[in-house]
């Protein structure tokens, strides 16, 4: 008597890596008032779908400045446990692109929930285009407080100086921030996706399908992709090359 073949059905499990969540806001203020946090945590939850991050660590901290004590805690948090970490947006690790890219290159895996698509080379456009916002809009504050004091106000003390320089920080980054919010990630995919030999005409067509819109809000045109891309290549000789 012969019975048939019995077939079993066998899956490989997968673990679901150990994700530390890193949030960073610029002021004390804004930590205790949770203004950025709640946001960046919120990025976080929909990029794990509603699960937890086995751990989180705040950083009260200006975007210019790397000494991040709880950064390098969830860093060593994450390669001890093998795990990956987790940042809401790039932009809130720093503006230095030498930073940035010490991190990619430390062997620890993390992931971008504004980028989740990034490779190696996107986060390191990306960290040269952000340092090169930093280093702008530092220009903007120096020209605006010389054009100032040109126009005979009184800047004050030092202290009343630096206060006069975070105000205008601020609000070339608010302004920054409200005319071109996503068009460093747009321009850091641009460049990518130009190296790997792809048509303007295309990376319009991936950049509209991803969600990204152009400058005034409209999606983006071959044209528009060829202006940011002209614009990156004159500025970021060494992002475009």
């Given at each position: 008597m012969s019975f048939p073949p019995i077939f079993v059905e066998t899956r490989r499990f997968h673990p679901v890596p150990a994700y530390f969540a890193y949030y960073r806001v610029s002021t004390q203020k804004q930590?205790?008032?949770?203004?950025?946090l709640?946001?960046?945590r919120a990025a976080v939850g929909s990029f794990l779908q509603g699960a937890a991050p086995v751990g989180e660590y705040v950083e009260v901290e200006s975007g210019k400045k790397n000494q991040r004590p709880q950064l390098l805690a969830a860093i060593a948090a994450a390669r001890a446990a093998g795990g990956v970490l987790l940042i809401a947006k790039l932009d809130r690790l720093s503006r230095n692109a030498g930073f940035i890219l010490a991190?990619?290159?430390?062997?620890?895996?993390?992931?971008?929930?504004?980028?989740?698509?990034?490779?190696?080379l996107t986060v390191g456009l990306f960290a040269v285009i952000a340092q090169h916002e930093r280093e702008t809009i530092s220009q903007r504050t120096k020209d605006a407080l010389?054009?100032?004091?040109?126009?005979g106000a009184q800047l004050g003390t030092p202290a009343n100086l630096t206060?006069?320089?975070?105000?205008?920080?601020?609000?070339?980054?608010?302004?920054?921030a409200r005319e071109h919010g996503g068009i460093r990630q747009a321009t850091a995919l641009i460049l990518a996706r130009r190296a790997q030999g792809l048509s303007c005409e295309t990376i319009a067509g991936e950049l509209n399908a991803l969600g990204f819109t152009a400058r005034r809000g409209g999606a983006f045109s071959q044209k528009q992709v060829q202006r940011l891309l002209d614009r990156a290549s004159a500025t970021l000789p060494v992002a475009a090359s």
């Open positions: 930590g205790n008032s949770g203004l950025g709640e946001a960046q991190l990619r290159d430390s062997g620890v895996q993390f992931a971008c929930c504004d980028m989740p698509d990034a490779n190696t010389k054009a100032k004091k040109a126009r206060e006069d320089a975070r105000q205008l920080g601020l609000e070339a980054r608010q302004r920054n």
